[in-house]
Structures are given as C-alpha cells and as structure tokens.
C-alpha cells in the first residue's frame, strides 16, 4: 500500500458491506451477515474453496449479482442496486473476456469509448496504460496472437484505463502455468503498489493470497472465518478451518488431559502425549484437533537429547529446495516433515528411525464441537 494510499485511509473505507446477505433460491444462503470493510488503497484477497461464498461477494460489489439484504456502500455512496455500467469499477475476469474481433489498442478503448472519450484522448490513455502493462509494441496485434500471460496484461490495462478508484480481479491467473503465474503475482503486486489502486482479489490459491495480499478474508460456508493479514493468518490461524486451508498441516485428534500455564497436554492416537497451545477455550476431557505445521518439526537420532515422538521415515519426497518427508509413528498418527535438503541431523532415507519434536507453541490445539465437526468459528 503506497504512503499516499495510507494516508486517505482516514477518510473512511473505500468499501463497506453492510449486514449483507446472498441467497438464490430463498432456502440456501450462499453469504450470510457479511460486515466487511476495504481501505483505500488495500490489496485484499477474498479466500476459499469452491461454494464458499468469496466470488458471489465480488460479484455483488461488482454489480452482476443484487444482495437479497444489506448494504454497499463505494466511497460513502450506496451502489446495493447500482447497475454495473455506473460503478466506475475495473474488474478482470478469469477467462480474459477480451473481444476477438478488436485489436489490443480498441480492446483496452474500450471503456472509454463507453464513457464518450474522444479518440486523440483515448489514444493516449491507450498508450500510457500499454506502457504500464509492459506491452508498448502490441498495440495492434489480435487477442489470439498473444500469450496467456499477454492476454491477461490487457485485461488488466482494459481494467486501469479510465483510472478507476477499484479494480476486481477474480482468479485471473488461474489459466496461467506455474512459473508465469508465479511472475504475474510479482507484476501484479508491483503495479498495485506504484499506482496505489485499491484492488479486490479472489482465489483458492493459498500461495497466491499470501503472496500478494495487505490482508486476506477466508471465506467458508458463506461466512468470513478469518480477516487478517497473511503472516498473522498462517501464524495465528482463528480457527480450525482456516488453520486447514492455509497452507499445509498436519491434523491430529486428541482429548485434553490437562491444561497448566497456558498450555495443553493432549492425548492423542496411540497414547501419545503432546504439550499443544490452546486456540479456543478448553478444559481436561475436551476433544480437540491439533493442527502442526510440517516446517515447525525438528528430526533428530533416537537416543539423544532431544524428546519427542518415536517415529520412522516412511516416503521422501525431494522438493528442490526442501525435502518432503512423511513419518510413521507406533499405533500413532502420520506425520509429514518438511525439512532443509542439507544439514539434516539424520540420514533421509526409507526406513530410518527418528525422533520427531516440536514446541508446544507451534503446535495449535481447537476445540471440537459437540456434534464433532471441527470448530469454524
């Protein structure tokens, strides 16, 4: 978020949803009681897995769906029923949505010639926002003579032309390869930042929210679980959902045998105890999910210093730069290490015993609820 951005922030947020709530068919709520701020200048991403509710509330703020209650305010002004065409607001779609028919330079004319811009002004909008993308020489090629990665520049110009407030940008990067994609987030966010822009993102990538994002919502079963930025998401995880979704994790049931200073020690399969730290409030007889990042265990030799969880190395997995391996224990859970492919204390191969250990404030502990679904909070 650039200075400037920051700085109108006192102004209010850009965006305001206001109790809002989606249904379709009357019976199923597809977002329920959204309240939800976007500051200025904010690069927010909106969360989830499929059905989750994070692209029908883009779609809302967007105007192509209507709120069946609530409010949406822009700037101060409600747009709740506003038609699309009078929001003043980029969006890019995840297919592009870009007119064959029009060269690059009338793709990205486009809205401004919607909006009554005379051609010598809009030309040079054209070329200013061409520059932007990095696409100075394609003025006049065809949608169908550029790459993905190029294609996905002039949507992105198309969206910035007539210098918007916001833009909307629904898993745009989602057609792209791996290594163009993970190049594109760089851009993206580097362009966010030298413009200031507020923009509004939506994906069920866990890399791309944490790469790119000021803050990230994650959405499930309409609702958002966690609004927070995407080091304190990953660290302090609100609940047993996001803790799932965001990044990978090993999941372990227990029951709480006692909890002293701030800590829990839990039973879990194959009576095994684990000293954990509570997320929610907890007490001895408590089922609970334990939710341990692979990164946050340390391997050692059996027999040494360190205390933990006797275990042998199962599969390894070589990442580049890691090592991916995955631990049997007695009668107990799986567990999954992920590990420097050098220094390791011991040797990484099949069948090698270890001593799997961790601290017990890297180890999360979740309530279960009564009816035994995990907590969503």
């Known amino acids: 978020m650039t200075g400037e951005a920051r700085a109108e922030q006192g102004a209010g947020p850009l965006v305001r949803f206001s109790g809002i709530r989606k249904s379709y068919d009357g019976r199923t709520v597809v977002v329920d009681d959204l309240d939800l701020d976007i500051a200025r200048g904010e690069f927010l991403t909106l969360l989830g897995p499929s059905g989750s509710g994070k692209t029908t509330t883009l779609m809302m703020l967007a105007g192509f769906e209507v709120p069946t209650a609530g409010r949406i ?24 949505a870009l007119f064959p028919h029009m060269t690059v330079a009338e793709n990205i004319a486009y809205p401004l010639a919607v909006r009554g811009v005379s051609k010598a002004d809009a030309a040079v909008q054209v070329r200013a926002a061409l520059d932007m993308v990095k696409l100075g020489g394609f003025a006049e090629r065809r949608p169908a003579q550029l790459s993905g990665g190029q294609q996905q520049r002039v949507a992105l110009a198309r969206a910035l032309v007539f210098g918007p407030e916001l833009v909307l940008l629904d898993e745009p990067l989602g057609a792209l390869d791996k290594q163009l994609r993970e190049q594109m987030q760089y851009e993206l966010k580097q362009l966010h930042e030298k413009i200031g822009v507020t923009m509004v993102y939506v994906t069920h990538d ?33 609940n047993a959902f996001v803790a799932g979704f965001v990044g990978e994790n090993n999941r372990l049931a227990g029951r709480v045998e006692a909890v002293t200073g701030g800590e829990a020690l839990v039973v879990v399969e194959g009576g095994f105890r684990i000293r954990a730290r509570p997320v929610d409030p ?3 007889g408590d089922a609970v999910v334990l939710s341990l990042r692979p ?21 390894v997995v070589y990442l580049g730069d ?56």
Request: proline share 8%; charged share 20%.
């Open 206 to 238: 866990q890399g791309e929210a944490l790469t790119m994002s000021d803050r990230v919502a994650v959405f499930n079963d309409g609702r958002i679980q966690q609004l927070a930025p995407p080091t304190v998401l990953y660290e302090r995880p609100a």
């Open 73 to 96: 305010l822009l700037g101060g002004r409600d747009i709740t029923v506003l038609p699309p065409h009078r929001r003043g607001i980029g969006v890019v779609f995840q297919n592009y």
């Open 282 to 284: 907890i007490a001895a």
């Open 322 to 377: 890691a090592l991916r391996l995955v631990l049997t224990t007695a009668g107990g859970p799986d567990l999954v290490v992920k590990a420097a492919t050098r220094g390791l204390p011991v040797e990484p191969e099949r069948g090698r015993a270890v001593v799997a250990a961790f601290r017990a404030e890297d180890c999360l502990a979740f309530a279960v609820p009564a009816d035994g679904g995990a907590a969503h909070g």
């Open 295 to 315: 990164e946050h265990v340390v391997l050692s030799a059996p027999g040494g210093a360190q205390a933990g969880i006797p275990a042998e190395i199962d599969r």
